[in-house]
């Protein structure tokens, strides 16, 4: 149905990166319709919480230390079948395997973890961007996106309250839904 509704993470290297509004304008003009957004800073509790199925993985910490060390936008698209759609627009989650034209595919690189690198330069990095060095996490792939029409739901409620969904009609709905 075209009220199915996915979330999307602007992730703190998006932010940073000022891809926000490139990020926004490819849900856009691929068609859905954006219902419910905001710029916040989540607590490393929340992100738990918003990634508590890989919980068991070894980056966990890394992963929640990343997402919790600077803003980031939410975002929820509503459209037709937008969870698969909006999995399509971000791409692989390693921005290696990620096609050209998805997000990641398009604005991002699988980033070393910090020792990969020669010192001297981390050493350079660590001093003109706090950011860089903080974690191990290996990704930094710009954007999230639900995975499943299920996951999709309860992360909605993680993020929003009912009343932040926005109830609205675009003037182009029927050019682009049946
Ligand atoms: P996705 O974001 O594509 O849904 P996921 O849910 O499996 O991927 O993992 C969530 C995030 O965790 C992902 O965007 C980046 C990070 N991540 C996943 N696999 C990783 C790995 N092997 N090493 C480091 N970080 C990883
Ligand atoms: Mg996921």
């Known amino acids: 149905s075209w009220f199915e509704r996915t979330l ?9 990166r000022a891809l926000s509004g ?3 304008s490819r849900f856009e003009q691929r068609g859905l319709q954006l219902v419910a957004a905001k710029l916040i800073r ?3 509790a929340h992100l738990k919480q918003h990634y508590w199925e890989l919980r068991d993985k070894p980056f ?3 992963l929640v230390t990343f997402m919790s060390s600077g803003p980031i936008i939410a975002m929820v698209w509503q459209g037709t079948d937008a969870v698969a759609i909006g999995r399509a627009i971000i791409g692989a989650t390693d921005p290696m395997d990620a096609l050209p034209g998805t997000i990641r595919g398009d604005l991002c690189i ?3 973890r ?4 020669p ?3 981390w050493e350079l990095i660590g001093k003109r961007n706090k950011f860089s060095c903080l974690t191990n996490s290996r990704f930094r792939n710009v954007v999230h996106g639900s995975d499943s029409v299920e996951s999709a739901k309860h992360e909605i409620d993680l993020w929003f309250k009912p ?3 926005v109830m609205w009609e675009r003037c182009c709905h029927d050019w682009v839904f049946e």
């Open 8 to 16: 999307v993470i602007l992730k703190p290297d998006g932010l940073q």
């Open 22 to 24: 490139e990020v926004l």
């Open 42 to 44: 989540p607590s490393a």
């Open 60 to 62: 966990f910490t890394n």
């Open 110 to 112: 699988t980033v070393g």
């Open 114 to 117: 910090c020792e990969e690198g």
């Open 119 to 121: 010192k001297e330069y």
């Open 163 to 165: 009343a932040e969904l």
